[in-house]
Every structure is written in structure tokens, then in C-alpha cells.
């Protein structure tokens, strides 16, 4: 499968990668995402704020991905650092072979086959590929009570700017943090 590229000429260009199985074995990249702030549903009568114990203005873990300077979106997304992981990661092949299915969108692949995400110590297709391959086997995974196995049909590895403390109606910025994220695809 060949890879699909944008051009990487807009001001903010993070890579992205969905890898899929297959016998070819194309340049991997990295998805890069901003933070997104969450504000109260306009159609809710209270503040979301309430139901969130995430705002308490308590630190975060750091992060294992490189920490671009300034601590800006912009120096996030065109940051060396982080491109260069893509470049330097190999496609997974064994047991099961891994094609870049997509790259340079600004975003990861959610929809309802979506496995949802991980943090990784490292930015490391051959774990994903690890933890895709192992998803729906020996009857371990979420969906065991199911009567059919679930399979991981791919994944997404990527890195992602996160507030570096719980956001709240105290504290509405902070400095960031790079998390490496892998997630799996169910069903495409």
C-alpha cells in the first residue's frame, strides 16, 4: 500500500501514521496532535467543571517524547526532534507485516472499530505491532465475552502535546509534555 503524503508546507504540519498489515514496508511517520481545550457544551445548564475532578491544577507525569523549545504548538509540530523519530523507526514485519497506510494528517484514526490509546515509554512501531498483534488473542482482551474474537486490523503511533498539570478554572495554562501514543484500529 502506498503511502499518502500532504504537503508539509503549511504552518503547522505534524506527521501522522496509521500502519496496517502487509508485505511492504514503506518509510514510517509520526502523528503529532495539539491540545484541545475543553469548554462547556453550550447547551448544558451547569459548567462542566463540576464533573471534572481532572481540574484540580495537579501535575502531570512528564512525558517520554522530546520537549520542543519555545513551548509553543508551532515549535511542536515542526520540531526535528520529533520528525526524526519517523525516519528512524522501522515497519514492523514479524510475525505480522506492517505497511504506512497514511502520513503528514494532523490527527490519529478514531471511529467505532477505534481500540482507543496507550502511552509508550518509547516510540516504538515493533510494540504497537506487538500489542495490535496480541489484541482479540488467548480471549484477553476488553471484548473477551464477545462470541467472536476481535482483531487489531492496524494502528496509529504518534506523538501528542498535553497540558503538563489538570487544567481547571484555576489554572487555564500550563507548559506542556509529549506523550508517545500507539492506538489500535478494530475494524476499518
Request: with cysteine; aromatic share 10%; charged share 15%.
Amino acid at each position: 500500500m502506498a503511502a499518502a503524503t500532504l504537503p508539509s508546507t503549511t504552518p503547522f504540519s505534524p506527521l501522522t501514521a496509521t500502519i496496517l498489515p502487509s508485505i511492504s514496508t514503506p518509510t514510517p511517520t509520526i502523528t503529532a496532535t495539539t491540545i484541545t481545550t475543553t469548554t462547556p457544551h453550550p447547551r448544558l445548564p451547569t459548567d462542566l467543571y463540576q464533573y471534572n475532578s481532572q481540574g484540580d491544577c495537579a501535575p502531570q507525569p512528564a512525558g517520554y517524547g522530546p520537549h520542543p523549545t519555545p513551548d509553543t504548538p508551532g515549535a511542536f509540530y515542526d520540531s526535528p526532534a520529533i520528525h526524526s523519530f519517523a525516519f528512524q523507526a522501522p515497519i514492523p514485519k514479524f510475525p505480522t507485516a506492517y505497511a504506512l497506510a497514511f502520513s503528514l494528517a494532523e490527527a490519529s484514526y478514531s471511529d467505532r472499530g477505534y481500540l482507543g490509546h496507550y502511552e509508550l515509554e518509547a516510540y516504538s512501531p515493533d510494540v504497537c505491532a506487538a500489542h495490535c498483534n496480541a489484541y482479540g488473542s488467548e480471549r484477553t482482551s476488553p471484548d473477551a465475552s464477545l462470541d467472536h474474537e476481535q482483531e487489531c486490523k492496524g494502528f496509529n503511533i504518534y506523538f501528542e502535546r498535553s497540558p503538563s498539570i489538570h487544567l481547571g478554572p484555576e489554572c487555564t495554562t500550563a507548559g506542556s509534555r509529549t506523550l508517545i501514543k500507539w492506538s489500535g484500529i478494530l475494524m476499518l
